[in-house]
């Protein structure tokens, strides 16, 4: 990825002109984003691309069975060159997927609890304030927390809109994680507005509704919100 990453930042190109050229062609197919290399996706507005020793984290935490495996990846939002190749390759060296991908006898496992299946796949978000006025006139914490990995982003605001809910939501998760599945938070207005849903929907993404009087149902915000009170 370096490379394509030298010509998007600086416009340098390698020397060799088949690799020269073959840059300049899928140039158009990515973009930059606080130094961070994104694809441009059809099923999502953008993938982030990873190296290789992110590329087999990620293949085993979302890896569950033969089928489909870097169609779930490119859903989380990630990306790298080989991502087909790869999953083939580790499906081929799986014991289960070999034994059991097309067979309805997969031994029986113990039954737990999942709240996400991969990183950055649900998101629960909050507001914490009012708090006094700080410079910039801020007095609002908007604190969103990835159910997976516990990644928390926290973002200052002067005051809570549906327009700036939105904004957080594209420019603190989607640009920076890839495409979220679903987001969970309470049922004030600026979350359970029609503009917030049909933002949503036009991404597909899913909203789940907490209730303002019971916000220990959406845990993992609450936790962020107490490790960032604790910090004040």
Same mark, same amino acid.
């Given at each position: 990825?370096?490379?394509?990453?030298?010509?998007?930042?600086?416009?340098?190109?390698?020397?060799?002109?088949?690799?020269?050229?073959?840059?300049?062609?899928?140039?158009?197919?990515?973009?930059?984003?606080?130094?961070?290399?994104?694809?441009?996706?059809?099923?999502?507005?953008?993938?982030?691309?990873?190296?290789?020793?992110?590329?087999?984290? =990620?293949?085993?935490?979302?890896?569950?069975?033969?089928?489909?495996?870097?169609?779930? =990846?490119?859903?989380?939002?990630?990306?790298?060159?080989?991502?087909?190749?790869?999953?083939?390759?580790?499906?081929?060296?799986?014991?289960?997927?070999?034994?059991?991908?097309?067979?309805?006898?997969?031994?029986?496992?113990?039954?737990?609890?999942?709240?996400?299946?991969?990183?950055?796949?649900?998101?629960?978000?909050?507001?914490?304030?009012?708090?006094?006025?700080?410079?910039?006139?801020?007095?609002?914490?908007? &604190?969103?927390?990835?159910?997976?990995?516990?990644?928390?982003? &926290?973002?200052?605001?002067?005051?809570?809109?549906?327009?700036?809910?939105?904004?957080?939501?594209?420019?603190?998760?989607?640009?920076?994680?890839?495409?979220?599945?679903?987001?969970?938070?309470?049922?004030?207005?600026?979350?359970? *507005?029609?503009?917030?849903?049909?933002?949503?929907?036009?991404?597909?993404?899913?909203? *789940?509704?907490?209730?303002?009087?019971?916000?220990?149902?959406?845990?993992?915000?609450?936790?962020?919100?107490?490790?960032?009170?604790?910090?004040?």
């Amino acid at each position: 990825m370096d490379p394509m990453v030298e010509y998007l930042k600086d416009g340098k190109l390698p020397t060799d002109p088949v690799r020269s050229s073959k840059i300049r062609k899928e140039a158009s197919k990515y973009t930059l984003i606080e130094q961070r290399l994104y694809r441009r996706g059809f099923s999502s507005p953008l993938l982030k691309c990873v190296d290789t020793g992110e590329a087999e984290y =990620i293949i085993k935490e979302v890896h569950e069975g033969g089928r489909a495996l870097a169609g779930k =990846i490119a859903r989380a939002g990630y990306y790298w060159p080989t991502l087909k190749a790869d999953c083939m390759d580790y499906v081929k060296k799986c014991d289960t997927c070999q034994r059991f991908a097309d067979s309805h006898q997969v031994p029986a496992e113990q039954m737990h609890t999942v709240t996400s299946p991969w990183p950055f796949h649900k998101w629960g978000i909050d507001i914490l304030g009012p708090f006094p006025l700080v410079p910039g006139q801020f007095k609002f914490l908007m &604190v969103a927390v990835d159910y997976f990995t516990k990644w928390i982003e &926290v973002e200052p605001m002067a005051t809570i809109t549906v327009e700036r809910v939105k904004r957080f939501i594209w420019k603190r998760i989607i640009c920076r994680f890839g495409l979220p599945a679903e987001i969970v938070s309470d049922n004030g207005t600026q979350f359970a *507005s029609s503009a917030t849903a049909k933002f949503c929907q036009e991404l597909h993404i899913r909203q *789940s509704f907490t209730s303002v009087e019971h916000p220990q149902a959406n845990g993992q915000a609450e936790a962020a919100n107490r490790i960032i009170l604790r910090g004040l």
